[in-house]
């Protein structure tokens, strides 16, 4: 991915919380020379070898023959974006995007079923373990788990990152300040999450 020296986010502790923050990724592979995505939920592990990644895809998905023994997986992990409208700077320029992303590149291998029940044990505790009557493991039925059978478990073991954090970095304060305003202003989630980390980064 390019991105601008400015851009350039690479404090690993930010970026491994990023990850976790925003599992929801497009998983890319390739297959006779043309891309394949996917959007699928992963969860991020920290291991002594580095960051994994652990998700699962329905075993009619083309995509899982192109995921095992494969070096060259991509993660592609999105946050808050948003358009900057140039009437927002205190002097005439061009308007622009500003947005968060995390590109993870690593190997990949197609799990047992075995570790696919592990994995999927893990997801169901960080989504379910909270709520009443939650959908834990333990509390499926064995009719439930029987569709197990119809998904495949990827692991990607992440070898390479890439993080672009575009947030108006090369504006001055002032200019920072109106576009924070403004995109709290739309009233949109997304617009405050990124003025939110615009703020985050310029007053930190």
């Known amino acids: 991915m390019y991105i601008p020296k400015y851009y350039q986010m690479e404090n690993y502790t930010e970026i491994k ?11 890319v ?14 969860t991020v592990e920290e ?27 991509l993660a592609i ?7 900057i409208s140039s009437s927002w700077y205190e002097e005439e320029d061009v308007p622009t995007w500003d947005y968060q992303s995390v590109h993870a590149y690593g190997h990949g291998r197609i ?11 893990v997801m ?7 709520r009443e009557n939650g959908a834990t493991w333990d509390n ?24 672009a954090y575009k947030l108006s970095q090369t504006r001055s304060e002032a200019d920072k300040d109106h576009i924070v305003s403004e995109l709290k202003k739309t009233g949109k989630q997304m ?8 703020e985050q980064q310029y007053r930190s």
């Open 77 to 83: 992990f999105h946050g808050p974006h948003d358009y």
């Open 140 to 163: 499926l039925s064995d009719d439930t788990k029987k569709q197990m059978a119809g998904i495949r478990g990827f692991e990607v073991k992440i070898t390479t990152i890439e993080a």
């Open 47 to 73: 291991r002594e070898e580095g960051l994994v990644l652990l998700g699962h895809l329905a075993k009619r998905n083309p995509q899982c023959d192109t995921i095992d023994q494969n070096d060259h997986v």
């Open 17 to 27: 919380n990023f990850m976790m923050a925003h599992p929801f990724i497009t998983l």
């Open 124 to 130: 169901l505790t960080e989504y379910e373990a909270h």
């Open 191 to 198: 617009s405050k999450q990124l003025a939110e980390q615009i």
């Open 29 to 42: 592979t390739t297959a006779e020379g043309k891309p394949i995505a996917t959007h699928v939920p992963v």
């Open 111 to 121: 799990m047992s079923d075995t570790e696919l029940q592990e994995a999927l044990k």
